[in-house]
């Protein structure tokens, strides 16, 4: 089958039961999404399909068709980070960074939806996603400042 990643078509071998987290990380090398829970509950593996957040973990990969699918290794553009990538790397959003990637992605997917988001819009939006180094109100900040065009305050 083709899965269109990060703008580009490409063959992979994935049977009825193999999920979209697998073919990414195994097939395409594309190590952002994180295994984590395996139950679609901690958001580890959160990539963007057709620009809404999905749990690639519990995601068929035939089940994605046509649609794009955004991992972390895409959002930049033109050698420059996404303004939510750069805003959690100016706000020390992450320690370890096993989660980040999921939680950027949501961040971004949220940001399209709600451009201009609350506090509690943001807290609301980032909910399910666990990180165990406990940075949840620098993660909140940054998807603040990155609302903001990246200016704090």
């Known amino acids: 089958m083709k899965l269109n990643v990060n703008g580009k078509l490409r063959e992979v071998d994935a049977g009825e039961h193999t999920t979209l987290l697998s073919v990414l990380r195994h097939q395409l090398d594309l190590t952002g999404a994180k295994p984590g829970c395996g139950e679609g509950a ?21 089940t994605i068709g046509n649609k794009p699918v955004i991992t972390i290794e895409g959002l930049a553009r033109n050698g420059r980070l996404h303004k939510v990538q750069q805003a959690f790397l100016d ?3 992450f320690q370890c960074g096993y989660c980040t ?18 506090d509690g819009d943001v807290r609301r ?6 990180c165990r180094c406990g940075t949840y109100p620098r993660i909140v900040d940054a998807v603040l400042v990155a609302a903001k065009g990246g200016r704090r305050g």
Do not use: F
């Open 42 to 62: 901690c958001g580890s593996c959160t990539v963007l399909v057709a620009g809404k957040p999905v749990r690639s973990c519990i995601t068929l990969a035939s």
């Open 91 to 93: 706000g020390g959003a």
């Open 101 to 118: 990637p999921g939680m950027i992605l949501e961040a971004v997917a949220l940001l399209e939806e709600r451009p201009s988001p609350t």
């Open 125 to 130: 939006g980032m909910d399910g996603h666990i």
